[in-house]
């Protein structure tokens, strides 16, 4: 059983930053594309970014520029480096990966940016 868990979110200030972490267990890590996606109170979930193999990266226009998605395959981990991070970046974070037919997620890790 794939299991993903993400870690890292809690409260900053505008113009801070935080860096979330995804472990992954139970699939093969190195070979798959992985994905942040987030999702604000009263909002449908969106991609915010991804990380392919090899680490071809791609992000949601909104976080182009402050955000960086990496990864460790050693560590079979998923990072995501937010900076100058603004009170609209307030969701609830998720680690997503897809593995034969079924695809998976993270429980989520809150991030509240206050202004």
């Known amino acids: 059983q794939v299991r993903l868990v993400e870690s890292g979110g809690g409260l900053v200030q505008a113009g801070g930053s935080l860096r979330l972490s995804c472990v992954v267990s139970?699939?093969?890590?190195?070979?798959?594309?992985m994905h942040w996606y987030r999702q604000a109170p009263g909002k449908q979930r969106e991609l915010v970014a991804t990380?392919?193999?090899?680490?071809?990266?791609n992000y949601a226009d909104s976080v182009k520029g402050r955000f960086t998605i990496s990864r460790d395959n050693a560590k079979n981990t998923v990072y995501l480096q937010m900076n100058s991070l603004k009170p609209e970046d307030t969701a609830v974070y998720y680690c997503h990966g897809s593995w034969g037919l079924s695809t998976y997620w993270g429980q989520g890790t809150q991030v509240t940016v206050s202004s």
């Open positions: 990380i392919t193999t090899p680490d071809y990266t």
């Open positions: 139970g699939g093969i890590f190195s070979t798959n594309a």
